[in-house]
């Protein structure tokens, strides 16, 4: 749930409030959160933090894309969803800074799962791909 969500603004605030009662628990305060509470939320896959869950919306448009062309590059400047496509570019700048040694929101695991996806780390003139939807032959009516 985004920390905005016109859909249900109050399950908005209700999901900010537990991410910070967790924080509170997690850095030793005083916290309302109990153990049993935390495991429930962490069973239905619960991201307790913001910014995590921000990277998990945009990895699922980033799937949505690659649906929809076949493949993971998405064009400096695509109008569809130019969130998307900062996002991309923000990705593989963290990635350099990342193999680089120097401080960087990318991880392993991050790395891992953009790798698994097809996600391409260099984005240069032999990366260029078409932004046709990509036809499922396998559904055309014979």
């Known amino acids: ?8 603004p ?11 009662h967790y924080y509170l628990h997690a850095n030793g305060k005083q916290s309302p959160i109990k153990h049993d509470r935390i495991e ?3 069973e239905i896959g619960f991201i307790w933090h913001a910014q995590e869950a921000l990277w998990y919306d945009r990895l699922n ?8 062309y076949g493949h993971c590059v998405v064009p ?3 109008p569809e969803n130019q969130t998307l496509a900062t ?14 040694g120097s401080s960087s929101y990318m991880s392993a695991e991050r790395i891992a799962v953009l790798e698994k996806h097809g996600f391409e780390w260099k984005r240069n003139a ?3 791909r078409c932004l046709k939807p990509q036809i499922n ?6």
Do not use: G, I, M
């Open 126 to 128: 032999e990366s260029k």
């Open 10 to 20: 109050s399950l908005a605030r209700w999901v900010k409030r537990q991410r910070y």
């Open 40 to 42: 429930k939320l962490e």
């Open 87 to 100: 996002w991309v570019k923000f990705q593989r700048r963290q990635f350099k800074l990342h193999k680089q």
């Open 61 to 68: 448009e980033l799937l949505n894309f690659k649906r929809k």
């Open 137 to 142: 032959v396998c559904s055309r009516p014979r």
């Open 76 to 78: 400096t400047n695509y």
């Open 1 to 8: 749930v985004p920390c905005v969500y016109d859909a249900d």
